[in-house]
């Protein structure tokens, strides 16, 4: 059947193309609209939403969810991540891992330029206090882009024990979700923010994509 035929290799790139198109003008469009209204009031509602179900063991998972996305542990754990694959001998899995803390740069320039301040006790419950600006939220960009392609990795390298494949992935993908809505429960950002981060976060992971396939191929 016709349907069961592989895509050509060319529609495949221009679907990539279009998608990632869509995906800039999404998060261009969104970081303009809230640069120009900061507080909304659909973002005060979701955080009060989730916000109703708080508990002292809610408000410790919630912060561990959000452990790995602090400083300095965010970049202790690329770099120990890192590590591991250069030990393991999956040099380029490990160089490409550690381009994954220039974003950290993206994400500093684009919140100076934005200029959003975080949420605060007059809106919703903190349970975080932050320094930085509000949007987009680095926890939900760096989680999108480390674990989701620690999660890529897992499934296309080669001689990957299955049971660790397995246990990263789920763990990866279990963190992926779960990041944003810490974020709002811990009153450290709206939910914008967050969608913000992980449009970004899908972004970056493009080029990243990109260059760890087509190099592996040539």
Same mark, same amino acid.
């Given at each position: 059947?016709?349907?069961? &035929?592989?895509?050509?290799?060319?529609?495949?790139?221009?679907?990539?193309?279009?998608? &990632?198109?869509?995906?800039?003008?999404?998060? +261009?469009?969104?970081?303009?609209?809230?640069?120009?209204?900061?507080?909304?009031?659909?973002?005060?509602?979701?955080?009060?939403?989730?916000?109703?179900?708080?508990?002292?063991?809610? @408000?410790? /998972?919630?912060?561990?969810?959000?452990?790995?996305?602090? &400083?300095?542990?965010?970049?202790?754990? *690329?770099?120990? $991540?890192?590590?591991?694959?250069?030990?393991?001998? #999956?040099?380029?899995?490990?160089?490409?891992?550690? +381009? *994954?803390?220039?974003?950290?740069?993206?994400?500093?320039?684009?919140?100076?330029?934005?200029?959003?301040?975080?949420?605060?006790?007059?809106? /919703?419950?903190?349970?975080?206090?932050?320094?930085?600006?509000? #949007?987009?939220?680095?926890? $939900?960009?760096?989680?999108?882009?480390?674990?989701?392609?620690?999660?890529?990795?897992?499934?296309?390298?080669?001689?990957?024990?299955?049971?660790?494949?397995? $246990?990263? +992935?789920?763990?990866?993908?279990?963190? /992926?979700?779960?990041?944003?809505?810490?974020?709002?429960? &811990?009153?450290?950002?709206?939910?914008? @923010?967050? /969608?913000?981060?992980? =449009?970004?976060?899908?972004? %970056? =992971?493009?080029?990243? %994509?990109?260059?760890?396939?087509?190099?592996?191929? +040539?």
């Amino acid at each position: 059947m016709v349907f069961d &035929l592989p895509m050509p290799t060319f529609l495949k790139r221009n679907t990539l193309i279009v998608a &990632l198109i869509i995906l800039i003008a999404a998060f +261009t469009f969104l970081s303009i609209f809230i640069a120009n209204h900061p507080i909304l009031a659909f973002d005060i509602k979701i955080s009060l939403f989730i916000q109703q179900f708080h508990a002292d063991w809610l @408000d410790k /998972v919630m912060l561990a969810i959000s452990f790995f996305g602090e &400083l300095p542990y965010s970049l202790l754990s *690329v770099l120990i $991540v890192a590590g591991i694959f250069y030990w393991k001998k #999956y040099k380029r899995e490990g160089t490409f891992i550690s +381009t *994954v803390l220039l974003s950290g740069l993206i994400i500093l320039g684009i919140k100076n330029i934005i200029n959003r301040p975080r949420p605060t006790a007059f809106y /919703v419950r903190l349970v975080e206090v932050n320094r930085f600006q509000s #949007y987009p939220s680095g926890h $939900v960009l760096s989680y999108t882009l480390f674990f989701g392609f620690l999660i890529i990795i897992m499934n296309t390298a080669k001689n990957i024990p299955k049971v660790t494949k397995n $246990v990263v +992935t789920y763990l990866s993908a279990f963190l /992926v979700f779960t990041i944003a809505p810490s974020r709002i429960y &811990l009153g450290a950002h709206w939910f914008t @923010d967050t /969608v913000g981060g992980f =449009l970004l976060g899908i972004i %970056c =992971l493009f080029p990243l %994509c990109y260059f760890y396939f087509n190099k592996k191929k +040539t």
